[in-house]
């Protein structure tokens, strides 16, 4: 940890500067299939096989499947799209 100390100032009072905290990423809107996998607790392949069989949808990007967290949380609630 990197602490600096400022003695200019007009006050004649020592100033000291603590680095500053990191701030957490937001939750990402979107999600790769391990990441998925994980959210459901199943393995990759069967949300593949989810994908295939039209039971949750996904976009391509390229040759990669992303998901949209809402609609994996939907599924997983055991709503219907």
Known sequence: M??????????KKARIKLPNKPKPEP?????????AAKLMRVTPGTVRKLVRKGQIE???????MIFSKKKI?????????
């Not at 939750?27 to 990441?35: F, R, S």
């Open 58 to 64: 996904c976009a391509r990007v390229g040759n990669r």
């Open 27 to 35: 939750e990402p809107e979107y999600l790769t299939v391990p990441e």
């Open 2 to 11: 990197a602490i600096t100390l400022d003695f200019s100032t007009r006050s």
């Open 73 to 81: 949380k939907a599924y997983l609630d055991g709503e219907t799209s």
